[in-house]
T-cell receptor, first 113, second 113 residues
Framework: DTAVSQTPKYLVTQMGNDKSIKCEQN?????MYWYKQDSKKFLKIMFS???????INETVPNRFSPKSPDKAHLNLHINSLELGDSAVYFC????????????FGPGTRLTVL | KQEVTQIPAALSVPEGENLVLNCSFT??????LQWFRQDPGKGLTSLLL?????REQTSGRLNASLDKSSGRSTLYIAASQPGDSATYLC????????????FGTGTRLTIIP
């Protein structure tokens, strides 16, 4: 009965590789997000999608490309990985209407060597 | 640009004590303010959500207050327990609908048994 799930939980890869992180929510929410938490634990929004449309893009390098195949999924593809991309990436979702909070996934720890 | 600051960055208190965590934000034009808890290696769990029109919210031993005009919020934890040990994050929501959260720097709380 996991609400927001992410795969993989850990990802270790070499610099220059391309990788994807998947996110799925079974809450029926319209809006999904990707956040990045750096080594200093600072959490910052990267993208927001509403009904498969990009709403927020916080000046993230275009090596990062979110893809939303349907309302329940928001995947994050990263090209040409750099050392500075090492972080924990969190997916979140919330209903567009109403005043509910955001529900976060468990995070994906990406390590670029 | 909204900036959210949390003081102190770390706090250790003996079990059973009451404590207060502080959050300040620079732009008072917020839609809501939320307090989250993050356990090591885990995602975020929402604790309390205060709408901009509200002054406080309570849940069990937790009470969060909001003073928009001064740009401050506090999270009060009564009768602290070792299980309360975690990092507490404050986040302000900036717009209705496609809510964008700006997070604070977090307070790492340790309750000493």
């Amino acid at each position: 009965d996991t609400a927001v799930s992410q795969t993989p939980k850990y990802l270790v890869t070499q610099m220059g590789n391309d990788k994807s992180i998947k996110c799925e929510q079974n809450l029926g929410h319209d809006t999904m997000y990707w956040y990045k938490q750096d080594s200093k634990k600072f959490l910052k929004i990267m993208f927001s999608y509403n009904n498969k449309e990009l709403i927020i893009n916080e000046t993230v390098p275009n090596r990062f490309s979110p893809k939303s195949p349907d309302k329940a999924h928001l995947n994050l593809h990263i090209n040409s990985l750099e050392l500075g991309d090492s972080a924990v990436y969190f997916c979140a979702s919330r209903p567009t209407s109403g005043r509910d909070t955001q529900y976060f996934g468990p995070g994906t720890r990406l390590t670029v060597l | 640009k909204q900036e959210v600051t949390q003081i102190p960055a770390a706090l250790s208190v003996p079990e059973g004590e009451n404590l207060v965590l502080n959050c300040s934000f620079t732009d008072s034009a917020i839609y809501n303010l939320q307090w989250f808890r993050q356990d090591p290696g885990k995602g975020l769990t929402s604790l309390l959500l205060i709408q901009s029109s509200q002054r406080e919210q309570t849940s069990g031993r937790l009470n969060a207050s909001l003073d928009k005009s001064s740009g401050r919020s506090t999270l009060y934890i009564a009768a602290s327990q070792p299980g309360d040990s975690a990092t507490y994050l404050c986040a302000v929501g900036l717009s209705f609908g496609n809510e964008k959260l700006t997070f604070g720097t977090g307070t790492r709380l340790t309750i000493i048994p």
